[in-house]
């Protein structure tokens, strides 16, 4: 057809507003860094991946420690500025408490993934206790498992990853559902540049999300095989591309200078 994927999608808006998505650093002080960093850059809004502590492969978490960079961010970032939390699952229910009860005191707007997902009972307690809206969905793997948590309450805004549930088409098809119950919806983009665009095609033709999620820093996922770079604009917001397809395009003379083995 000649067009983006999001306008054969049936397209909604032709820009989507960024935040900025942290790596897991290791200190308080990185995340000062980087929230003032991207808020230089444009951005009106950035998430926290917390601290990973340990090494060799063996990792572990501090509550504790991630409040007290929620506080020290949120006093960088300024009380205007949009901020969202992910810790990836990894707090138990008394500590995702404690951790929301502040985030609540902070004005967060997104609380992601703050325990694990398999705990519906845990996150139905979090979504009523809680103001921050409570955002799960990024590890479902089928878009027949979202109608439970959204049944019985154990989420306020929905996530997918699309890779996890069947493409493009699916994601669609959670995003739907979600509207449909007045909700909003939030997809996974952080990674390289097709985890962005795949993820930013299904935002751009969704009336229901507000984010594009940026990885941070800009520019470190990009691929010297990919023609076009994937950036925020100066307002803050991502454009959509205007190249048909995915809309970033390949060098393939990059691409076949840099190949080692092709495997079948």
């Known amino acids: 057809m000649g067009l983006p994927v999001y306008q054969i999608l049936g397209a909604y808006r032709n820009r989507v507003l960024a935040y900025a998505s942290s790596q897991h650093h290791r200190t308080l002080e990185e995340f000062v860094t980087e929230v003032q960093q991207c808020k230089a850059q444009g951005f009106k809004a950035y998430k926290i991946h917390p601290p990973e502590l340990g090494s060799n492969g063996v990792f572990k978490h501090d509550y504790k420690l991630d409040m007290e960079v929620a506080k020290a961010v949120r006093k960088a970032a300024g009380d205007d500025f949009f901020l969202l939390m992910d810790p990836v699952g ?3 229910r008394e500590e995702a408490m404690a951790v929301g009860r502040l985030l609540d005191e902070l004005h967060f707007v997104s609380f992601e993934d703050p325990i694990p997902t398999k705990d519906v ?3 139905v307690e979090l979504c009523q ?3 921050v809206p409570v955002v799960i969905g990024e590890f479902l793997t089928s878009i027949y498992h979202y109608g439970e948590y ?4 154990a989420l306020d805004e929905v996530r997918f990853i699309v890779d996890n549930i069947g493409g493009i088409s699916s994601g669609m098809k959670v995003a ?4 449909t119950f007045s909700m909003q919806c939030q997809p996974h983009n952080w990674g390289d540049v097709f ?3 795949v993820h930013f095609h299904c935002e751009l033709a969704m009336p229901n999300n507000r984010w594009f999620e940026m990885t ?3 520019g470190s996922s990009d691929r010297v095989y990919v023609k076009d770079r994937i950036r925020i604009a100066q307002d803050g917001y991502v454009y959509a591309p205007t190249k048909p397809g995915l809309g970033y395009e390949i060098d393939r003379d990059v691409l076949d200078r840099i190949t080692k083995r092709i495997d079948n």
């Open 90 to 92: 990894v707090y138990t």
């Open 129 to 131: 206790a809680l103001d």
């Open 121 to 123: 009972d845990g996150l």
């Open 216 to 218: 941070v820093p800009q």
């Open 195 to 197: 985890d962005h665009a």
């Open 176 to 179: 739907q559902l979600t509207e």
């Open 150 to 153: 959204i049944r019985r309450g």
